[in-house]
C-alpha cells in the first residue's frame, strides 16, 4: 500500500510538473522556454504556489513571468492582435465585468470581430492594431478588482490569445456597496453611480442644493438582467422609490446629462 501511495504522489507531482511546463512553452514559446528551462525550473520548484489539482494558479504564473520578463508582447511592427474571451455562466455581468477591466487598461479603440450570447455562456472576440500583443497579467489585475478570475489562457498565435473566464463570484468593479439603514453621500460622479444592496426594499435619494436632478435609477438582479427602471423628464429634489424583488445592484443616473447632478446625491436604503 505504501508503495502505491507513493507512486501515485509520484504521479500526481509529474502530472501538475507537466500541466505547468505544458502551459509556460505556450505562453512563452519552447523555444524561449529552453533557453530559460534551468531558471524556470527553479523558480517553479514549489508546483503547489501554481497549480491546484488540475488547475493552474493563474494570478500567480502571470506574476512570475511578468517579473521576470518572460512575457514578451511586443511586435517589430504593429500588429491585428485577436483577444477572445469565454465565459460559461453569467454573460451579461460578463460582459459588463471584461469590458470595465479592458477600458480601465486603455482600449478604447478595437472592434467586436465575433459576439456568441445564449443564457449561460458568451464568447467575445475583439481586434485591434498594436505595437503590443494584450497584456494578460495587467488583465488579470484589473479582474482581481472585480472578484474575478482567469480559468485558463490559450496562446493560439504571436497575434491571438484566448482567455476562458470565471465570474461566478464577480462583482461590479467600479460599485459603492451600501448595507440597510446606511447614509451615504455620494460625492460628485465621473459616470453614474452604482450601487451593490441586499435585502433592499426601499431607496430614498437626496439631491444637493443646487443641482437639477432629473431622475433616472435603474434596477439589476445579480446577473445584471433588467428589474425595472424609473425615468422622470422634470427636476427632483429628492425621491422615494420602492426596490424591485432580487435586485443586488441600482444605477443612479440624470436623463440627461451628470452635470446636473455635479454636487452629488444623498442615499438611504431601507
Excluded at 47 to 64: A, P, Q
Excluded at 69 to 92: A, C, D, I, Q, Y
Excluded at 171 to 176: D, W
Excluded at 244 to 257: G, L, S, V
Aim: no cysteine; proline share 2%; hydrophobic share 40%.
Amino acid at each position: 500500500m505504501k508503495i502505491l501511495l507513493a507512486f501515485l504522489f509520484t504521479v500526481g507531482i509529474s502530472l501538475n510538473a507537466d500541466i505547468l511546463s505544458d502551459k509556460i512553452k505556450n505562453l512563452i514559446s519552447e523555444n524561449y522556454y529552453l533557453k530559460h528551462e534551468n531558471l524556470i525550473n527553479k523558480l517553479t520548484s514549489n508546483k503547489s504556489e501554481f497549480v491546484r489539482g488540475e488547475d493552474l494558479k493563474y494570478s500567480n504564473l502571470l506574476h512570475m513571468l511578468n517579473e521576470h520578463g518572460f512575457l514578451k508582447l511586443r511586435f517589430n511592427t504593429p500588429k491585428n492582435v485577436e483577444v477572445t474571451f469565454e465565459v460559461h455562466s453569467n454573460p451579461m455581468l460578463a460582459m459588463k465585468t471584461i469590458k470595465d477591466a479592458i477600458q480601465n487598461l486603455g482600449y478604447s479603440y478595437y472592434f467586436t470581430k465575433e459576439l456568441m450570447i445564449n443564457e449561460n455562456s458568451m464568447s467575445w472576440k475583439i481586434t485591434f492594431k498594436s505595437e503590443y500583443m494584450f497584456d494578460p497579467f495587467m488583465f488579470d489585475n484589473e479582474l482581481k478588482k472585480s472578484e474575478t478570475s482567469i480559468n485558463d489562457i490559450v496562446k493560439l498565435s504571436d497575434t491571438s490569445w484566448k482567455y476562458n473566464i470565471n465570474i461566478l463570484n464577480s462583482s461590479i468593479a467600479q460599485r459603492i456597496n451600501i448595507s440597510k439603514n446606511e447614509k451615504v453621500k455620494l460625492s460628485k460622479p465621473l459616470s453614474a453611480y452604482m450601487l451593490k444592496v441586499s435585502d433592499a426594499k426601499e431607496i430614498k435619494i437626496i439631491s444637493r442644493n443646487l443641482n437639477h436632478w432629473y431622475p433616472k435609477v435603474t434596477y439589476f438582479d445579480r446577473d445584471l438582467n433588467l428589474l425595472g427602471m424609473v425615468k422622470k423628464n422634470r427636476v427632483y429634489k429628492g425621491a422615494k422609490m420602492k426596490v424591485p424583488a432580487n435586485t443586488q445592484y441600482i444605477k443612479i443616473d440624470d436623463a440627461y446629462a451628470l452635470q446636473n447632478i455635479k454636487r452629488g446625491l444623498t442615499v438611504i436604503v431601507k
